[in-house]
Every structure is written in structure tokens, then in C-alpha cells.
Nanobody, 122 residues
């Protein structure tokens, strides 16, 4: 069983940077792929970025590619999302998720954090 806790959200201005962290419990976290999703008010939850078990392979949504970087430190059981050049349309609740395989669909992730709010003002 994996439990996930996100942190690092906040209110920033357009163009600023934030780094989100996702701390995982359990010694088996290194056997899970991990991902970040986000959900804006009135919209469906959408894929942002994913990383495989080792951290060697990553994938990004087109809307964040080149601005966001996902990484993981398995020694610390933590996944990160570095967000640069933030835009107002990045405003959402950001969720960390874990799954046994390298998926991008949120329905295939069985472990979720509680979410952290990111608000970008123009």
C-alpha cells in the first residue's frame, strides 16, 4: 500500500516558478510509476507528467512540455514537479498518483494524494 502527500502549492504570478513535492510512504514506492495530474474548476482531471519506476523515462502533456520537469528520488520516496514560466491557465489542484505501470490515464492510477492548490495570477 502506498500513501501520497503533496506539498509546495501556492499563489504566484505569471512567469514565476514553483516546485511541488509528493512524499510517499512504504518501502515499495520504487516499484511504482508516478504521475502528476491537475484539475481546474469545472474541468476534468488531466494528465500533466509521468515518470517510470527508475526515473529514467518521463512524459509530458503538450501544454506543459518545456516548462515543467518531473523527477523522483527513490531514496527519499519523493516525486517532484518543477514548474517554470507558470501561466494563469496552469491554475488547478495538482494531484500526485502512483501505479504499477507507466500509464497516462488517471483511471489506471490506484493511489492518489489529497492534492495541492496552485494559483497563478496574471
Amino acid at each position: 500500500q502506498v500513501q501520497l502527500v503533496e506539498s509546495g502549492g501556492g499563489l504566484v504570478q505569471a512567469g514565476d516558478s514553483l516546485r511541488l513535492s509528493c512524499a510517499a510512504s512504504g518501502r515499495t514506492f520504487r516499484t511504482y510509476a508516478a504521475a502528476w495530474f491537475r484539475q481546474a474548476p469545472g474541468k476534468e482531471r488531466e494528465f500533466v507528467a509521468r515518470v517510470d519506476r527508475s526515473g529514467d523515462t518521463t512524459d509530458y502533456a503538450a501544454s506543459v512540455k518545456g516548462r515543467f520537469t518531473i523527477s523522483r528520488d527513490n531514496a527519499k520516496n519523493t516525486v517532484y514537479l518543477q514548474m517554470n514560466s507558470l501561466k494563469p491557465e496552469d491554475t488547478a489542484v495538482y494531484y500526485c498518483a502512483a501505479a504499477r505501470s507507466f500509464y497516462s490515464a488517471p483511471s489506471l492510477y490506484g493511489h492518489w494524494g489529497q492534492g495541492t492548490q496552485v494559483t497563478v495570477s496574471s
